[in-house]
């Protein structure tokens, strides 16, 4: 099943080469592709940062990294050594002169892919543009690669996309989304448009509503400072559940392609109609049993008064032919009783039955898209409960789990950032976001923000290891509906 496309030889440099997801994530991911044989022998990996070290004390850093965040691969002994003799390391200074020269020595600059990866706060993305270009680093056919967050709101990514834009074409930037990266939400697409079932029934008319939930076990650990700052809105929300969104919502572009894919999802982002203050539950996690463990919200972020919220649950609309009546509901959190990311598209019940057995069946089709763990989809289906008792309807599941349709290859499918990593070298931008994309996305979540802001809306507090705060359930009981259970 996993069949690997080999990429032309680049040179990535990654700036922030000693952070956070430079370890978890970045060169992790980079190690997996190696083991799978798609970095091509003569690659160059280069981590910069700040501080001074040489290429042996960073290759310690890597080795430590990837045997801590690779989880199982398919590696051979010795595959590690190999995979770090494709590193060096450059002390650079991004706000100052120092390194670059070397930086530029370490680059072969004989016409193979260019990738700078801006593995770093966003503040720092114009001084690492700007000395790039100074040091004359930027060719029209480098790549550069930013994570988000992207912006904090219209203002702020207007900035940034400015900054960047100084330095860099649009067609060289790569906004990463992870979630963009996730297989299933990649199926999303060969679901919906390489299926004739689907796509006729895909509208108002036959689908009552759009279940969206990305649900966290883990709170915000380390990361209380930033986490803070964002909520559940601005870190989960404007991003991945946004971009979730757009892929259910979006009309049938052209083709595959970069920009007709997101085309139509910007024309998405542009037909959200702005949220109703009672259309939104807010909540903060309270402590779990093991309090030292996992405490409450606040004392995880050290703000015994912070307003931010760990959870989010909102009542959507579009104003477009397609969708106008059909509601999407939006609901992430952390500290909510199972990892579990899901797609439920509910059809609507159907317009006569034909059948007595009122009690049983439900009549009403569910499309269920599980993001992770487990991917996979359903579709639950009415039929007749098997033997003598007569025409009694139950709903049953068809059910296509991945890992069983297609075998144990796709139990460890590659992570989401192997994917986008080697989307970049290939030059695909197809799973990035644009620039316009982004600022619209802020457009519509900055109002309700403000909104909070303006109204000194204090979340609400729902226990750890649960489903939200009780408000969350009334939403969704106002209009006759229950969420989709966590599992
Ligand atoms: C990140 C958020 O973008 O996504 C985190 O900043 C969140 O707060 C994470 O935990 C979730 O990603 P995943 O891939 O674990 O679902």
């Given at each position: 099943v996993s069949r690997v496309i080999p990429v032309d030889t680049f040179d990535l440099v990654i700036?922030?080469?000693?952070g956070d997801l430079a370890r978890r994530k970045i060169l992790p991911g980079l190690f997996r592709r190696f083991c799978a044989g798609?970095?091509?022998?003569d690659a160059r990996i280069i981590g910069a940062a700040r501080g001074e070290m040489d290429n042996d004390a960073y290759r310690e850093i890597v080795a430590e990294a990837v045997r801590e965040f690779s989880g199982s691969h398919h590696c051979e002994d010795g595959t590690l050594e190999g995979f770090l003799e494709k590193l060096s390391y450059a002390h650079v200074d991004a706000r100052g002169e120092d390194g670059w020269e070397t930086l530029k020595q370490l680059m072969s600059r004989d016409g193979r892919i260019e990738a700078f990866y801006f593995?770093?706060?966003?503040?720092?993305f114009g001084d690492i543009a700007k000395r790039l270009h100074a040091h004359g680093m930027v060719s029209p056919t480098c790549r550069v690669v930013v994570e988000k967050?992207?912006?904090?709101d219209l203002q702020s990514a207007r900035e940034l996309n400015q900054t960047l834009a100084q330095h860099f074409d649009e067609s060289q930037i790569y906004r990463i989304d992870h979630y963009l990266g996730k297989e299933t939400v990649q199926n999303l697409m060969a679901v919906r448009f390489g299926n004739v079932l689907f796509e006729p029934l895909w509208n108002s008319q036959y689908i009552d509503h759009i279940q969206i939930t990305v649900a966290e076990t883990v709170g915000v650990g380390g990361r209380g400072e930033y986490y803070d700052r964002s909520g559940a809105m601005r870190d989960m929300v404007q991003n991945h559940l946004m971009q979730l969104l757009c892929l259910i919502a979006m009309e049938p572009p052209a083709k595959f392609d970069p920009d007709a894919v997101r085309d139509e999802k910007l024309k998405v982002i542009r037909a959200l109609e702005p949220v109703m203050p009672h259309h939104v539950v807010r909540g903060q996690y309270m402590a779990g049993e093991d309090e030292d463990a996992h405490p409450d919200y606040r004392t995880a972020v050290g703000d015994p008064r912070s307003k931010t919220e760990s959870f989010i649950a909102m009542k959507v609309n579009l104003a477009n032919w397609r969708w106008a009546g059909t509601p999407f509901y939006l609901r992430t959190g952390k500290r909510m009783s199972a990892r579990s990311s899901e797609i439920a598209v509910v059809f609507k019940p159907l317009p006569h039955t034909i059948f007595e057995d009122v009690e049983h069946g439900t009549n009403r089709n569910v499309l269920a898209i599980q993001?992770?763990?487990?991917?996979g989809i359903t579709m639950d289906v009415t039929i007749k409960e098997p033997g003598p008792g007569g025409m009694r309807l139950i709903d049953v599941p068809l059910d296509m789990t991945f890992a069983e349709a297609l075998?144990?290859?796709?139990?460890?499918?590659?992570?989401a950032y192997e994917r986008l990593i080697m989307d970049v070298i290939r030059g695909n931008q197809t799973l990035f976001m644009r620039g316009d994309e982004v600022e619209a996305a802020w457009a519509w979540t900055d109002p309700i923000i403000a909104g909070w802001e303006a109204r000194g809306d204090v979340p609400k507090p729902y226990e750890s290891g649960g489903s939200g705060p009780v408000e969350a359930d009334q939403l969704m009981a106002r209009d006759g509906l229950i969420w989709r259970e966590i599992t």
């Open positions: 700036f922030g080469g000693t798609q970095i091509p022998s593995s770093v706060a966003p503040g720092l967050p992207f912006g904090r993001l992770q763990p487990n991917e075998g144990p290859e796709v139990e460890d499918p590659p992570d």
